[in-house]
C-alpha cells in the first residue's frame, strides 16, 4: 500500500520536476533575448506594472556573477529529475536519494524566498513564471515529505536517511553526461544569433568615449509626453516614428531597461515621423501612415492617455494594420479615441503644430532616423539595447 501511494506522489513529483525545467527554460531563452536586443513584445507572463517579467528577468538580479540564475533553475530541476528517474520507489537507494533532493529543495526554497522579497520591495513587480518555479519547488519538497517514512514525518527528519545503500556507478555518471548535454544545449538554446562581428568591442569603445561626448540642451514643450521624475538627474530624450519597426524594438528596450529607474530618470518622447505628408526633409515616401499616427499621439496627450496609444501602437498593432486604412487604424485605438475624437484629431491643427515642432527641433539636433535617442543631451550612435541604455543610465548617475 506504501508502494502503491508512493508511485503516485513520485510521479507528481516528476511532473513538478519537469514543469519547473521547462518554465526555467523559458526564462532563460526571454532573458538572453531581452540582453541580446531581439526581444521586440512583451512576454506571456507580462500583464501589467506588478506583474512584469521583462522588469524582473532583464534586472541586475536576473544574474549572479554574469551566471543567469534561470540557468542555474534549468539544471537545478532537471538534477531533480533525473535523480528522481533514475531511483523510483523500488529502487534501493530511493529514500536515500529523496533526502539528497530534498535538501536540494530547501536551498533552492530559501533563495525563492530571497528572490520574491527582491521582487517586492526592490523592483516592486512580479514575473509569474519565476513564483511558478518556486511553487515547483515547494511541491517537490512537500512530495519528498509524503514520501518518506512515518518515522521521519516528524520536524525535519525526513532529510536524512539511515539507508546506507550507494547509488549505482551508472547513474552518477549518466546524471552527469546529460546535465553537461543540457548545458551545451540550453547555451546554443538561448544564446540567440551570433553578435555582429566588432558589436562588442563598438559597445566598449561607445561607453569609453561618453564622457567627453557633446551635449546638447534640448528644450521641452508642455505638448511633450513625459513618464519617470521630471526633476531625475538622467534626461532621456527619445525621438520615434509610431510606424517604424526599429522605434518598437526600441521604445520595448526602453521600457524593459528603465522599469525599475522611474524614479531616477525622465523620458521624453518627441516625433519624428518618418513621411513626406508632414516631414519636409524626405524625398521619397517612407511610412504613409507616419504623421496621422504621431498627430493621434499628440491628441492621447492631451487626453492623459499617450502612455497607452504608446504601448497599443507599438506592442499590440501589426505593421500590416499600421500601414492600412485609416478605419482599421482606429479599430486598433479604439480603446483610446472615439470615432468622432479620432476625425477630429486627424483634421486638428494645433496636434500639427506640435509634430512641426518635433522634427524642426530633430532636425537642428542631427535626427536623421529613427529612433534617435539623446541621455543627458548626448546622442546614443549605437542601436539602443537594453544593456546599453542601462549601462549608460548608470553613468549618468554616478
Not at 510521479?11 to 523559458?26: H, P, W
Not at 533553475?73 to 539528497?100: D, I, M, N
Request: charged fraction near 20%; aromatic fraction near 12%; include cysteine.
Amino acid at each position: 500500500m506504501a508502494l502503491a501511494s508512493n508511485r503516485k506522489w513520485y510521479f507528481l513529483q516528476l511532473f513538478f520536476a519537469a514543469a519547473g525545467a521547462l518554465t526555467s527554460l523559458y526564462l532563460l531563452v526571454h532573458h538572453n533575448r531581452l540582453k541580446s536586443g531581439i526581444q521586440d513584445s512583451s512576454s506571456l507572463c507580462s500583464f501589467g506594472p506588478y506583474a512584469d517579467c521583462n522588469a524582473v528577468n532583464s534586472s541586475a538580479f536576473a544574474e549572479v556573477l554574469g551566471v543567469p540564475v534561470a540557468a542555474a533553475g534549468v539544471l537545478y530541476f532537471l538534477l531533480l529529475f533525473l535523480l528522481g528517474l533514475f531511483q523510483p520507489p523500488h529502487s534501493k537507494g530511493f529514500e536515500r536519494t529523496q533526502a539528497w533532493m530534498a535538501w536540494l529543495a530547501l536551498l533552492a526554497l530559501s533563495v525563492d524566498l530571497w528572490l520574491t522579497g527582491v521582487q517586492a520591495f526592490v523592483l516592486q513587480s512580479f514575473c509569474l513564471f519565476c513564483v511558478f518555479t518556486y511553487v515547483c519547488t515547494a511541491a517537490h519538497l512537500a512530495l519528498n515529505w509524503a514520501m518518506a517514512p512515518k518515522d521521519r514525518k516528524k520536524g525535519l527528519r525526513f532529510l536524512r536517511s539511515d539507508k546506507r545503500s550507494k547509488i549505482p556507478p551508472f547513474v552518477g555518471a549518466g546524471t552527469f553526461s546529460l546535465l553537461a548535454i543540457g548545458a551545451v544545449g540550453l547555451y546554443s538554446l538561448s544564446a540567440g544569433p551570433a553578435p555582429r562581428v566588432g558589436a562588442e568591442e563598438a559597445k566598449r569603445a561607445f561607453l569609453a568615449s561618453w564622457d567627453s561626448l557633446p551635449s546638447a540642451p534640448i528644450a521641452l514643450r508642455v505638448s511633450d509626453s513625459q513618464w519617470g521624475n521630471p526633476q531625475a538627474k538622467v534626461q532621456i530624450v527619445l525621438f520615434s516614428d509610431f510606424e517604424c519597426p526599429h522605434c518598437q524594438r526600441a521604445a520595448f528596450a526602453v521600457q524593459t531597461a528603465l522599469a525599475s529607474e522611474k524614479d531616477r530618470i525622465s523620458l521624453v518622447f518627441k516625433h519624428f515621423p518618418l513621411d513626406m505628408s508632414c516631414n519636409r526633409l524626405l524625398t521619397q515616401p517612407i511610412h504613409a501612415n507616419a504623421c496621422a499616427l504621431a498627430q493621434l499621439g499628440q491628441c492621447a496627450q492631451k487626453k492623459g492617455k499617450f502612455w497607452d496609444y504608446h504601448d497599443r501602437v507599438f506592442f499590440k498593432l501589426s505593421a500590416r494594420e499600421l500601414s492600412s486604412t485609416r478605419d482599421k487604424i482606429w479599430e486598433g485605438v479604439r480603446s483610446v479615441f472615439t470615432r468622432e475624437e479620432f476625425d477630429r484629431c486627424l483634421a486638428d491643427p494645433e496636434a500639427a503644430a506640435n509634430i512641426q515642432a518635433d522634427i524642426e527641433q530633430g532636425n537642428v539636433l542631427g535626427v536623421t532616423s529613427t529612433p534617435s535617442v539623446f541621455i543627458n543631451g548626448k546622442k546614443v550612435t549605437l542601436a539602443p539595447t537594453v544593456d546599453l541604455l542601462r549601462d549608460l543610465v548608470k553613468k549618468e548617475l554616478k
